[in-house]
């Protein structure tokens, strides 16, 4: 059967539940909307597969993610996208790792349509008219959150709930990378 997953870099408790307070107190301020009750995450990507591909592609990210060391992640601002998304903004020197380590994750998931995200990023909402998105800008004091990224979660989404749950966890390891080396003549 054909399931939709996700993999996310995942934060800590503290992390989670910051995020989680600041997204009941934007619905406080301006109402329900998207992304309300989802639980705090980096997204990679996104991709639909069965039983045996999603084992696959666990097994080949766990390996990746045991190469991989814990690295900082500080959010010092806010950001918004054209389709109404409203985020954690993540430091410039932060997003340098976050985007390496995303593309050796999904160097190792190869399927048709698979969404990757480009920027990393922690939404608080998603999907705000201009004037509710113009208000979540404006509600919160500039951010200082930060955690120690150290792991990569793979989340199948639960129709029921309408959620993502977190089915397997990729911890960062520090372990010395069991694939050759490219090397260059020039």
Request: aromatic content about 12%; hydrophobic content about 40%.
């Amino acid at each position: 059967m054909i399931a939709r997953y996700s993999l996310c870099f995942q934060p800590d408790e503290m992390t989670i539940e910051i995020v989680r307070q600041m997204k009941l107190r934007l619905a406080d301020e301006i109402g329900w909307y998207n992304s309300k009750n989802s639980l705090a995450h980096m997204t990679i990507s996104k991709f639909q597969t069965d039983t045996v591909g999603v084992n696959k592609i666990a097994e080949l990210v766990r390996l990746q993610c045991s190469t991989f060391t814990p690295t900082p992640v500080v959010f010092n601002d806010y950001g918004q996208y054209p389709n109404g998304a409203f985020f954690l903004a993540v430091e410039a020197e932060a997003q340098i790792p976050l985007r390496e380590y995303a593309k050796k994750v999904m160097s190792k998931v190869s399927l048709p349509d698979v969404y990757k995200s480009n920027e990393p990023h922690m939404s608080i909402a998603r999907k705000l008219d201009p004037e509710r998105l113009q208000r979540a800008l404006t509600f919160f004091d500039k951010p200082a959150i930060s955690f120690m990224c150290n792991q990569v979660a793979l989340r199948r989404f639960n129709p029921d709930r309408r959620q993502y749950d977190i089915i397997d966890i990729f911890p960062f390891l520090g372990l010395p990378s069991t694939e050759p080396e490219q090397l260059s003549l020039f």
